[in-house]
Each structure stands twice: as C-alpha cells, then as structure tokens.
C-alpha cells in the first residue's frame, strides 16, 4: 500500500486513532469494592465497618422503606455493631438539589459519620451529593461538573475525602453504585447537572438479588435497558479505553443472556443477579467519560417531560446507533464487535451494521413491553427546539463518536417522537 494522502491521515486522526489503536492518554479507576452474592443484607453492617461507618445515614425512598427491605438493612447494619443514626426516606424518582439538601440537612442533624444508599439512581446519586453538602457545605449546584471538589496544595494535589458511603442498588441499571458521578434535576432550570469527582465513589457496593425481588417488571426492564445503553455507547465512544471495551462487553453477554428473563421471570435469582452484575460492569467505561448522545437526548426529556431515564434511552438508544454508524467505517466496526457478540449479521457497510443492531434492539424494547416513541410517554412535537438545546449543551455530546449538529439532532428528535 502506498503512503496515506493528507485527506486519509485526516479521517485517521479522527476516527482511526479515536476508535482503535494505543491511545495517547485515558485514566481508570474502579476503586469501589464490590461484594456480590446470595444473604448479603444481613453482613452489610459488617462490611460496612471495613470501611471506617459508626453512625449511619441510610438513604432510600417511601415505596423501597414499604417493601420491607429497610427493616432489613437495619437489621444487618445493627447486626455487624453499628448504629443507625437516621433514615431519610424522601427521595423522589428524580431527585433534585432540594432533596440534596435536605438528605445532607438530617445527616448532620443526626450526627452520622457514614451514608448508606438503598434504591435505584436517583436515591444513590443523592446520596453521593449529599455527603459532599454534608463534608464541604455549599448548594449543590457550586459543585456542578467535573473534578472539582476541594484538593490539597491549592487544588493541585489530592482530593479531600468524603465520609464512607456504601449502596445497595434495588435497580439493575444506572450502576451509579460503583460510579464517581451524581445527576441531579435542577427543577427551577429544568435541566439535569452532573457533579463528579474521584471521592465520590462508594467505598462499598453490595450487589444482593434479594435487594430487586420487589422490582416491578416495567422497571426492571426500563432499568436493564439504561445498563444496555451504557456498555453500548460506552464501547463507541471517542473515549473508550481498553479497560472499559474489557468491562461493556462482558456487560453486553450478561445483558443478552439475563435481561428478558430477569424481567418475564422475577422469580429467577440467577438472572436478577447477573443483572446487577452486568449494570455494574456496563457503568465502568464512562467512568473515564465514554458514554454518547442517547443519553444527551434523554437527559432534557426527563428534564423537561419526567420522562424515567431508563425509557428514554430505549427509545434514543435505536436511532443513534443508526446515525453513528452511518458516521465511517471505523465507527461502525465497533458496532460490528457488538453485532458478533449478540449473534448478529456483521457483514454490510456502516449503516447496515448500524441497523441490524438498531432492529435487534427494537425487539428487545418491543418484547419488555416498553414504549417506543417519545410521544407515548408525553413529549410533544412542539419541545423540540427547547430538548435540542439541551442535548447540544449536554457533556455526552462532546465524546459521541459523531459529532451532531442542531438540525440532526431535531432530526433524531423527529424520528423518536
């Protein structure tokens, strides 16, 4: 083969050094230790210990407390000698910085030196903000955005630690159990911010099938779906890193093989545990920010329409595959690994790999019985103006693979509606 013309070193610089090859720099970090098994409720206060909690701050919602599971956690925590300082039961389904405050407000009151997450997203990553309002004060929105949490030698060296927060996930999504990020609704703005940073990882995270025996199926599935779409747009992502490939694939084979029947087939432990397993690994590429525009389009629906994000990206999710992969080749060979894994056609050009993955993810939305337009969930035609300038002000746009502009994300709006 002859020398590369200046047009190809261009497109290899763009994509073939993005999505293959060495890369000139990523960080990794999973510092979070995870205990997974059968009867783990019951130690959690043992293991709890091992990481410095005395009095703990348990943080959950109404509808997990009334299941039972709080009573328990309490049992467990009490059990390995330590004390429950109080339960803060106020998380909504979409929290926001007013729940923030008040979770941190009650720990403080309470006088805990440890917070313990109980619940799907939402309640872990108000737990996570929470305790950075609880060790360094403020509102929460001062913190908004990346690695920006108080640092030793004039902000240049260590972060400052935070207490010790342990989560017990109830979901089989968002992973944030083993994530250094917080999303949080900022209702006045109607926007989702994120707060991120090294100390927010838990220290602890107890994956238990008997924490998500009570999930009912369209959650289960719309939580499963949210893992789904992290491994996927985590492998395509300009900053995917060979760390994460290893994590988002083996994700994807416990997705393909545990999702439907953890959803049709409750009483599976087996399958509801290997869901926990695989929405923990799936979350761990966009540890270093790979992640991509299924979630920028479904940040702004929630935001704006409380449209639960675990939907919203199984109805985003079909659409950009389509569109990222019809974005070069080099692209569309990372859906191609995707493809091979789930057993599908690999061959074709770009936007034929693109759509037979898209359709085999239609199928899967289609059988969970989840919607598949954004009009059934109460998004109008008439917020797509408001939801595209959003999605271009959102952080995952900045690492998808292709790069978007206004009109086509109106366009993937349109498509989903």
């Given at each position: 083969?002859?020398?590369?013309?200046?047009?190809?070193?261009?497109?290899?610089?763009?994509?073939?050094?993005?999505?293959?090859?060495?890369?000139?720099?990523?960080?990794?970090?999973?510092?979070?230790?995870?205990?997974?098994?059968?009867?783990?409720?019951?130690?959690?206060?043992?293991?709890?210990?091992?990481?410095?909690?005395?009095?703990?701050?348990?943080?959950?919602?109404?509808?997990?407390?009334?299941t039972g599971l709080i009573d328990a956690v309490v049992a467990g925590v009490e059990d390995g000698g330590l004390e429950v300082a109080t339960i803060f039961d106020g998380v909504p389904p979409d929290s926001d910085s007013a729940v923030v405050v008040n979770a941190a407000?009650?720990?403080?009151?309470?006088?805990?030196?440890?917070?313990?997450?109980?619940?799907?997203?939402?309640?872990?990553?108000?737990?996570?903000?929470?305790?950075?309002?609880?060790?360094?004060?403020?509102?929460?929105?001062?913190?908004?955005?990346?690695?920006?949490?108080?640092?030793?030698?004039?902000?240049?060296?260590?972060?400052?630690?935070?207490?010790?927060?342990a989560c017990v996930p109830t979901t089989a999504g968002t992973g944030s159990e083993v994530s250094f990020a917080a999303v949080i609704k900022d209702r006045e703005e109607h926007i989702k911010f994120q707060v991120a940073d090294f100390p927010m990882y838990p220290r602890?995270?107890?994956?238990?099938?008997?924490?998500?025996?009570?999930?009912?199926?369209?959650?289960?599935?719309?939580?499963?779906?949210?893992?789904?779409?992290?491994?996927?747009?985590?492998?395509?992502?300009?900053?995917?890193?060979?760390?994460?490939?290893?994590?988002?694939?083996?994700?994807?084979?416990?997705?393909?093989?545990?999702?439907?029947?953890?959803?049709?087939?409750?009483?599976?432990?087996?399958?509801?545990?290997?869901?926990?397993?695989?929405?923990?690994?799936?979350?761990?590429?966009?540890?270093?920010?790979?992640?991509?525009?299924?979630?920028?389009?479904?940040?702004?629906?929630?935001?704006?329409?409380?449209?639960?994000?675990?939907?919203?990206?199984?109805?985003?999710?079909?659409?950009?595959?389509?569109?990222?992969?019809?974005?070069?080749?080099?692209?569309?060979?990372?859906?191609?690994?995707?493809?091979?894994?789930?057993?599908?056609?690999?061959?074709?050009?770009?936007?034929?790999?693109?759509?037979?993955?898209?359709?085999?993810?239609?199928?899967?939305?289609?059988?969970?019985?989840?919607?598949?337009?954004?009009?059934?969930?109460?998004?109008?035609?008439?917020?797509?103006?408001?939801?595209?300038?959003?999605?271009?002000?959102?952080?995952?746009?900045?690492?998808?693979?292709?790069?978007?502009?206004?009109?086509?994300?109106?366009?993937?709006?349109?498509?989903?509606?």
């Amino acid at each position: 083969m002859g020398a590369p013309t200046d047009e190809e070193d261009a497109i290899g610089d763009l994509h073939g050094r993005q999505m293959s090859g060495f890369k000139d720099f990523y960080q990794f970090l999973a510092p979070t230790r995870v205990v997974a098994g059968r009867g783990l409720i019951e130690g959690v206060g043992f293991e709890f210990a091992k990481e410095g909690a005395k009095r703990v701050a348990i943080v959950t919602d109404e509808v997990i407390r009334g299941t039972g599971l709080i009573d328990a956690v309490v049992a467990g925590v009490e059990d390995g000698g330590l004390e429950v300082a109080t339960i803060f039961d106020g998380v909504p389904p979409d929290s926001d910085s007013a729940v923030v405050v008040n979770a941190a407000g009650q720990a403080q009151a309470a006088e805990a030196d440890a917070f313990l997450a109980v619940g799907g997203g939402s309640v872990m990553d108000t737990a996570k903000l929470a305790n950075v309002i609880f060790t360094h004060g403020g509102e929460p929105r001062e913190w908004e955005g990346y690695y920006g949490l108080p640092r030793a030698d004039d902000g240049l060296g260590r972060p400052f630690g935070l207490a010790p927060l342990a989560c017990v996930p109830t979901t089989a999504g968002t992973g944030s159990e083993v994530s250094f990020a917080a999303v949080i609704k900022d209702r006045e703005e109607h926007i989702k911010f994120q707060v991120a940073d090294f100390p927010m990882y838990p220290r602890l995270a107890i994956l238990d099938p008997e924490s998500t025996r009570t999930l009912p199926p369209h959650i289960a599935a719309a939580t499963g779906m949210d893992a789904m779409t992290h491994a996927i747009e985590g492998y395509v992502s300009r900053e995917w890193t060979a760390h994460g490939d290893a994590y988002a694939l083996q994700a994807l084979r416990l997705i393909r093989d545990n999702l439907e029947r953890a959803v049709q087939t409750p009483e599976d432990d087996d399958a509801r545990g290997n869901m926990l397993i695989a929405a923990n690994l799936a979350i761990m590429p966009t540890s270093s920010g790979a992640i991509g525009i299924a979630h920028s389009l479904s940040h702004p629906a929630g935001a704006h329409f409380d449209v639960p994000h675990g939907v919203a990206n199984a109805i985003n999710l079909p659409w950009v595959i389509e569109f990222n992969s019809a974005g070069g080749e080099d692209i569309a060979d990372r859906y191609r690994d995707i493809n091979d894994l789930l057993g599908l056609e690999v061959g074709g050009d770009g936007p034929a790999v693109g759509h037979e993955l898209a359709e085999c993810v239609r199928g899967v939305v289609s059988r969970l019985g989840l919607p598949t337009r954004l009009s059934e969930v109460g998004v109008p035609e008439s917020a797509i103006p408001v939801l595209v300038d959003g999605a271009m002000g959102d952080g995952c746009t900045l690492v998808n693979p292709r790069e978007p502009t206004e009109d086509e994300f109106a366009a993937l709006y349109a498509k989903a509606l």
